[in-house]
Nanobody
Framework: QVQLVESGGGLVQPGGSLRLSCAASASILRDSVMDWYRQAPGKQREWVAA???????NYAGPVWGRFTVSRDNAKNTVYLQMNNLKPEDTAVYYC???????WGQGTQVTVSS
């Protein structure tokens, strides 16, 4: 079973940046679309971004132009660079290996002054 471990969350002021990492336990990045999701308190988990096998990316409307997803196959790691953060970005962020149906444990991102 694939294990995913997110890191890089924290408290940041509005307009700031964070980079999240998702480390996989195996060399799965070449075999699976990788997604980022987030879940704010009292809300359903929502899809944020995806990076496909060929490297193409997709983003949800609210983060388009501010977030960038990338991956390093050699390190078995996917990244989510988040810029110009807003209070509404506050959530627990999860990575997901779509073809393995595996979730990480999540990392908290809080945007507040």
């Amino acid at each position: 079973q694939v294990q995913l471990v997110e890191s890089g969350g924290g408290l940041v002021q509005p307009g700031g940046s964070l980079r999240l990492s998702c480390a996989a336990s195996a060399s799965i990045l070449r075999d699976s679309v990788m997604d980022w999701y987030r879940q704010a308190p009292g809300k359903q988990r929502e899809w944020v971004a995806a990076i496909r096998l060929g490297g193409s990316t997709n983003y949800a409307g609210p983060v388009w132009g501010r977030f960038t997803v990338s991956r390093d196959n050699a390190k078995n790691t996917v990244y989510l660079q988040m810029n110009n953060l807003k209070p509404e970005d506050t959530a627990v962020y999860y990575c997901y290996a779509r073809y393995f149906n595996s979730w990480g444990q999540g990392t908290q991102v809080t945007v507040s002054s």
